[in-house]
């Protein structure tokens, strides 16, 4: 299984990259939108430097390396008054390998039904949401390589009876070496049906994404981390993502990064504190995106291991 899950992600990514560009050709584009706000402050440049739960979003092999139990909950100020919530649980059982738990949510406010007859409303009111539960397994490969796999049912709810659903697969490899904690990772992410609205149907915006990361300065009490890395859509150009984040004896730390490429999004950076109380590891942390005319959107977020 574990060889097959590898050889898939050599030969995958020529098909998807095949394809040609196709702007709003695919649906569920709240699949696109980053969760965490480490990651986003490093402008989403993390499928090599993901740690956590957070894996089962960015790069579901990372979670192989995760020391007992972690939980993250993030959430994320998008734009118009809609929110956008991650939630992601993992524990690492040894020799069996690492499972973990994620759900993510964008949704809206209440808002009034209207009509052509009736602009001001009909006194009748309406959430709209878009939901996905995932299932991620990793384990060791070999002793510097990591593989996982994710599976995911996908929910999309715009007013009553109008509602879509579709099922995706995530499968990811990494690996890592000593020097300067190198890492290299790719995956391939939501890999699945068709979305499939009334009698029109849409693919998921799959993408194969590749980056890496290291320590490029190390001292004693801090160290400076380099990442980047690229994606290719099914449904548009490939986009690049370089970050970097400075830490102090693993306690602060301070990150930024910068998106080519893309449409709208520009520069984030953000920040962090780790701190250990009875036991229990707590990172808080906080990020802002720029996206152009578009405005901003502000990460908050909350990891705890045990």
Same mark, same amino acid.
């Given at each position: ?10 030969? @995958?990514?020529?098909?998807?990259? *095949? #394809?040609?560009? !196709?702007?709003?050709?695919? =649906? ?9 706000? !480490?990651?986003?402050?490093?402008? =989403?440049?993390? /499928?090599? *430097? ?31 008054? /809609? ?6 649980? *993992?524990?690492?059982?040894?020799? &069996? ?14 808002? +009034?039904?209207?009509?052509?007859? #009736? ?24 002793? !510097? ?12 709810? @715009?007013?009553? =009876?109008?509602?879509?659903? $579709? ?17 290299? $990772?790719? #995956? ?6 068709? /979305? ?20 490029? @300065? ?5 160290? +400076?981390?380099?990442?980047?890395? *690229? ?7 490939? @986009?690049? #993502? ?21 449409? &709208? ?14 036991? /229990?590891? +707590? ?12 405005? &901003? ?8 291991? +045990?």
């Amino acid at each position: 299984m574990l060889k097959r899950i590898f050889i898939a992600l050599v030969f @995958l990514p020529i098909l998807l990259t *095949a #394809q040609y560009e !196709r702007p709003g050709s695919t =649906d569920g584009q709240f699949l696109k939108i980053g969760v965490s706000p !480490r990651g986003t402050a490093m402008a =989403d440049a993390y /499928i090599s *430097a993901v740690t956590g739960a957070e894996g089962t979003y960015y790069n579901s092999a990372a979670l192989a390396r995760i020391q007992g139990t972690n939980a993250v909950f993030n959430h994320t100020v998008w734009f118009a008054g /809609i929110n956008h919530e991650f939630a992601a649980i *993992a524990h690492n059982f040894g020799d &069996v390998g690492a499972f973990g738990l994620s759900v993510i949510g964008l949704y809206t406010d209440e808002m +009034l039904v209207r009509t052509p007859l #009736q602009p001001d409303g009909t006194g009748e009111t309406f959430y709209s949401g878009n939901y996905k539960i995932g299932l991620t397994y990793s384990r060791y490969f070999t002793d !510097r390589v990591t593989v996982g796999i994710s599976f995911s049912y996908i929910d999309m709810t @715009l007013y009553k =009876d109008f509602g879509a659903s $579709a099922v995706s697969l995530d499968i990811a490899a990494m690996y890592t070496a000593d020097f300067r904690d190198f890492k290299f $990772a790719m #995956q391939i992410s939501n890999f699945g049906s068709d /979305i499939t609205y009334v009698n029109e149907a849409y693919p998921l915006p799959t993408n194969f994404t590749f980056g890496a990361s290291m320590n490029a @300065l190390e001292f004693d009490d801090n160290d +400076l981390l380099m990442t980047f890395s *690229a994606t290719k859509p099914n449904d548009g150009s490939p @986009l690049v #993502q370089v970050g970097m984040e400075w830490n102090y004896d693993h306690l602060f730390f301070i990150r930024g990064g910068y998106r080519l490429n893309h449409d &709208v999004a520009t520069f984030s950076f953000g920040g962090g504190v780790n701190y250990m109380i009875q036991g /229990i590891d +707590l990172n808080v942390d906080y990020s802002y995106s720029d996206y152009n005319l578009l405005g &901003v959107s502000h990460r908050f977020g909350l990891g705890i291991t +045990l």
